[in-house]
């Protein structure tokens, strides 16, 4: 027992790169995990904006007022719309009717319009509540024990619906993971048993060179990811009611884009470990970072500011971004036109980087 003991020790330090992503990793993870879900570095206000009809004291008080805990700027109605609808740099626009100043010494109600994107509900939400306090510190320096003077409507400006299931973003977050993780590990312990198993050398001298023989292993995973993917939510679609757009084309274009990224990350993991251990450990701790960074766990809102300045970098962020648009905004092929080629690009470079790496390491001719 001891003499097997002893052995196994010996064989698992004497790979040492493995010994380090098998600690690295999981320490990668765990901060990313933790910085998102419970960091405390000061959340940045949030930008409000206001369409200020009507431009009398007691309008300007209360926009004073959201100051205190937002970031309300003035702009025209067409400004707020576009930076709600088509930026996505603010969950909700407020509209201050006129004859609001007026309405409110006569203590008559006024009904404010919120112009709100559906991908964002929470942060919709967020916005009634720093409204409300600013309610609260109107009527204690007014009048404490007032009627309510300010009604709230809804238009939504990026959805049909003003109401948003927290599994519309769970579910097209877990089938990207899923796919994720069956292509990366897939691949990547794939061209890893190649190696080992003697044919990998073979194959790379049979006719037809290098370049095919990757383009057909890939491209059997790339298909199957596409199925993988496009089967996932479907179900979501049959069996939670989870919208995948009214557009024909962007559904498909989409999901070849994610599956097109992840075949190549699946790639790089493959061209990097040298050995099972280390393909094991690096393909899953690649899932979860790429996971936990894009938002398929949590909405990309929640993340800390060092996070979403980050996240671009993986082209998960993309993926979660794309779908997003699809499911909640019920945006066409044209509007989802960046995601894509991001993914595009992203996996791109990722493949080439892949395909320099693998070459030079393995490649006879």
Do not use: C
Not at 10 to 37: E, G, K, M, N, Q
Not at 201 to 219: N, T
Request: glycine residues 6%; charged residues 20%.
């Amino acid at each position: 027992m001891v003499a097997v003991f002893l052995n196994d020790l010996r064989l698992l330090l004497r790979d040492r790169w493995t010994v380090f992503y098998t600690i690295a990793a999981p320490i990668v993870v765990i901060t990313i995990v933790v910085a998102a879900r419970y960091g405390t570095e000061e959340v940045p206000r949030m930008l409000i904006p206001i369409v200020n009809e009507d431009r009398g004291p007691v309008a300007e008080m209360y926009i004073e007022l959201l100051g205190k805990h937002g970031a309300p700027v003035e702009m025209t109605r067409a400004e707020a719309e576009d930076i709600v609808r088509v930026q996505n740099r603010a969950p909700v626009a407020i509209v201050i009717p006129d004859g609001f100043s007026e309405n409110y010494e006569r203590e008559e109600p006024t009904t404010w319009q919120f112009l709100t994107d559906t991908a964002r509900p929470d942060d919709v939400r967020a916005v009634e509540v720093l409204l409300l306090v600013a309610k609260k510190d109107a009527q204690a320096l007014d009048d404490p024990f007032a009627e309510e003077r300010i009604t709230l409507t809804e238009q939504n400006l990026t959805g049909d619906s003003l109401k948003v299931e927290s599994y519309e973003q769970n579910v097209p977050g877990f089938a990207v993971m899923f796919v994720l993780l069956a292509a990366v590990a897939g691949i990547s312990l794939s061209m890893h048993d190649e190696r080992d198993n003697g044919t990998l050398e073979r194959l790379l001298v049979a006719p037809g060179g290098f370049g095919w023989f990757l383009f057909g292993k890939l491209g059997a995973r790339f298909v199957v990811g596409v199925v993988q993917m496009s089967v996932l939510l479907l179900w979501g679609n049959l069996v939670f009611g989870i919208s995948l757009g009214s557009s024909v084309w962007a559904f498909p274009a989409l999901t070849v884009a994610i599956v097109f990224a992840t075949v190549a990350l699946g790639f790089l993991v493959a061209s990097i470990a040298t050995s099972r251990e280390q393909t094991l450990v690096m393909s899953l701790a690649a899932v979860l970072i790429f996971s936990a960074l894009g938002g398929l766990w949590w909405p990309e809102q929640i993340e800390p500011d060092w996070m979403r300045r980050f996240s671009p970098v993986v082209f998960t962020t993309w993926a979660m971004r794309g779908l997003t648009d699809i499911v909640l905004r019920n945006r066409s092929l044209v509007q989802i036109a960046w995601p894509v080629t991001m993914l595009l690009f992203e996996g791109a470079v990722m493949l080439a980087v892949a395909m320099w790496l693998f070459r030079s390491r393995y490649a006879s001719r």
